[in-house]
């Protein structure tokens, strides 16, 4: 690591392989620097090969921030008060303010809707159907925000207030959460995998599109800067032909397979928690043992309500493959399984999805490997062609390998990292200086992403047109899964051929009254 210096209180940058280790000595240098009371700009990070200015405005000293402006417009991070972006150039002016009804504050819904407020939105409700989180949230951070547990009556109550609505709740309620905001002409923000079905991702899309409003999917990987300079490099035609993808993961890390046999024996509702708004649109189950003593994260793995880790990571790890290469949709999905359940995703499982025409012209294989332990997956990957090498250079839990005609390449869990194999030919790569194509997010910040393109009626950069098809393969492999066999997909038709229960699966089922599915 190295501090490069500039002219006093104006630049620095700091350089390392490990982006960690990089956050956390870039973040102490910045603590000092507010404690001294010094204006400065905030550091560039430099991760690999690729200088990343994160933003030039100046922070000021606490001193100046009133407790007001702390609820409002900052964020505390390890003692650091940060204005958000663009305070300084007027874009979160009063006549510019975006105000927003924020629909689960808990777990992810906590970053999320916190992010929010750093990106300078004023969340004027938020929503849980967890009293418990709903109250901390509400005294946290979001004390003159209006709280409910139900989302309906937050929309009924601010629906002509708010200009738009996070939806950070299990999957299967997305669509139904989603759907109703863009009906009343909403921008939404939503978590992966966008929806429970493939319909689902469909239909929102469709919406989306009908109304003209500014959609964003929670794959923050989609803004950084180095999914485009390996698309750029790709598209320059450096590595080659790619035709074959090799993505894993070590998810679950949560109960699903045999460790989910059945949801047990009824237990009592914690008396925090409104159950019936939690299943929401889903039918009807008593709250039972598969669920402990809160559903919050168990759920993933469950059928009815989440879409296992291929659902909560294939967001992340296959979103290089699927940016860079122009994936489409598959045409034919084969699956392996290790550990099935009646109600729960499997233990582990391996899908190959054949892509027999991209939108970059190559046909793909893309295999897909879930329940995948660190310490195993140099033994695991190396039966599908992946040298032990790439596992020892990214060192990360899940990850993703371009198989090349010329050079061949891996990137890390969110795109976020870029190694070459040679290694060398990295360096080479970078000498050639290809022209960059694609716009840069400011800051690799997807929240102000969505934020700013509210503001300027633009497109985010994961968008519904982008990610409901991306969220469409996922969908499939998790239907391939629950049925444990190989499945032939007709994109245009959108149905399975000869297989009613496969197709029968591709729809939700009737939603609960009051809901939509």
């Known amino acids: 690591m190295r501090k490069i210096t500039g002219t006093p209180a104006a630049k620095f940058a700091f350089c390392a392989s490990d982006n960690r280790r990089l956050g956390k000595r870039a973040g102490a240098v910045f603590r000092e620097k507010v404690a001294k009371k010094e204006l400065f700009r905030r550091p560039l990070l430099y991760f690999g090969s690729t200088l990343h200015t994160l933003t030039t405005k100046p922070v000021m000293p606490k001193s100046n921030l009133t407790r007001r402006n702390f609820l409002k417009t900052t964020a505390s991070a390890g003692g650091l008060l940060i204005l958000p972006s663009g305070f300084l150039r007027g874009e979160n002016a009063p006549s510019n303010r975006i105000t927003m009804g924020c629909i689960g504050v808990g777990g992810q819904g906590k970053g999320d809707s916190e992010a929010f407020l750093r990106g300078g939105a004023e969340v004027l409700g938020i929503c849980d159907v967890d009293s418990n989180r709903l109250q901390a949230s509400k005294r946290r951070l979001f004390g003159k925000a209006k709280a409910y547990t139900d989302y309906r009556k937050l929309f009924d109550e601010l629906g002509s207030k708010i200009d738009a609505v996070s939806v950070s709740t299990p999957d299967h309620m997305h669509f139904s959460i989603a759907y109703q905001a863009i009906a009343l002409g909403k921008h939404v923000y939503v978590q992966k995998p966008l929806t429970h079905t493939v319909d689902q991702a469909r239909r929102l899309a469709k919406i989306a599109a009908e109304k003209n409003i500014v959609s964003q999917m929670g794959n923050q990987g989609n803004s950084r800067d180095q999914i485009r300079t390996l698309r750029e490099w790709y598209e320059a035609g450096l590595f080659g032909d790619v035709t074959e993808v090799v993505a894993w993961t070590n998810r679950p890390v949560w109960n699903q397979g ?3 046999p059945g949801y047990g024996k009824e237990l009592p509702v914690p008396n925090f928690l409104d159950w019936n708004l939690w299943l929401g649109a889903a039918p009807y189950l008593p709250f039972a043992e598969a669920f402990a003593k809160t559903p919050h ?4 793995g469950l ?13 992340h790890v ?7 290469l122009g994936l489409g949709l598959p045409t034919e999905i084969e699956v392996k399984l290790r550990g099935a359940s009646p109600v729960a995703f499997p233990d582990s499982s391996a899908i190959t999805f054949t892509f027999p025409k991209t939108d970059r012209g190559n046909a793909i294989k893309l295999t897909w490997l879930d329940g995948v332990p660190q310490n195993k997956q140099a033994q695991t990957l190396a039966k599908y062609g992946v040298s032990p090498d790439v596992v ?12 090349a005609s010329g050079t061949s390449f891996a ?10 194999f040679p290694t060398a030919k990295q360096a080479q790569f970078i000498e050639k200086k290809v022209p960059r194509k694609y716009k840069r997010v400011p800051g690799r910040n997807h929240y102000n992403n969505w934020l700013n393109a509210i503001r300027t009626g633009t ?3 994961s968008d519904f047109a982008y990610s409901g098809k991306f969220a469409e393969i996922m969908l499939l492999g998790v239907i391939a899964q629950r049925l444990g066999r ?4 007709d994109p245009v038709k959108g149905a399975f051929k000869n297989d009613d229960e496969a197709n029968r699966l591709v729809k939700a089922p009737p939603a609960t009254k009051g809901f939509l599915a």
Request: hydrophobic fraction near 45%; glycine fraction near 10%; avoid cysteine.
């Open 459 to 461: 497109k985010a950069t």
């Open 303 to 315: 059928f009815a309500f989440g879409t296992g880790a291929l659902g909560d990571m294939a967001a």
């Open 392 to 403: 020892a250079a990214l060192k990360d839990a899940s990850g993703s390998y371009f198989k």
């Open 297 to 300: 994260f168990k759920w993933r």
């Open 258 to 260: 045999t460790k989910v």
């Open 318 to 324: 296959l979103n290089p493959a699927n940016y860079i």
């Open 411 to 420: 990137t890390g869990e969110n795109g976020d990292r870029i190694v070459t």
């Open 486 to 489: 190989s499945l032939v997909w």
